[in-house]
């Protein structure tokens, strides 16, 4: 605990013997082992105080957790009941997309590739290159 070898022991001992005397000594080691047991067993009652504490943090954590998985459910099905039903039988077409303007700028590597050989083939027709 201390790292206190027996030859250190000793030594306190010695000088607890000088400096109290032999009809003190029995008397301060009672005190001093009632003193830690008082200390181990404030200890013990703070270790369980913690743990009881802890305890009912985790049954809250349980208990918020639950309830906040039993809501999200509600609302996803809430929500999926509301997509799941046609809003009505005449239902306009989806937008198409626009179609890539020969100028405008790729997105992906592979768009710049396939631009890059296009754009090198209408070169060789019209006998200019269009790389530098």
Known sequence: MFNIGLPELLIIVAVALIVFGPNKLPELARAFGRAMREFKKATEEVKQSFEAETRDL???????????????????????????????????????????????????????????????????????????
């Open 58 to 132: 985790e049954e809250f954590k349980t208990q918020i957790t639950e309830e906040h998985i039993t809501n999200l459910i509600e609302e996803t099905s809430a929500s999926t009941e509301a997509i799941s039903e046609p809003a009505s039988s005449t239902e306009a077409p989806a937008p198409e997309q626009p179609s890539p303007v020969g100028d405008s700028i790729p997105l992906f590597a592979a768009d710049t590739a396939e631009t890059a050989k296009r754009e090198d083939e209408e070169g060789k027709k019209e006998g200019t290159s269009t790389r530098g």
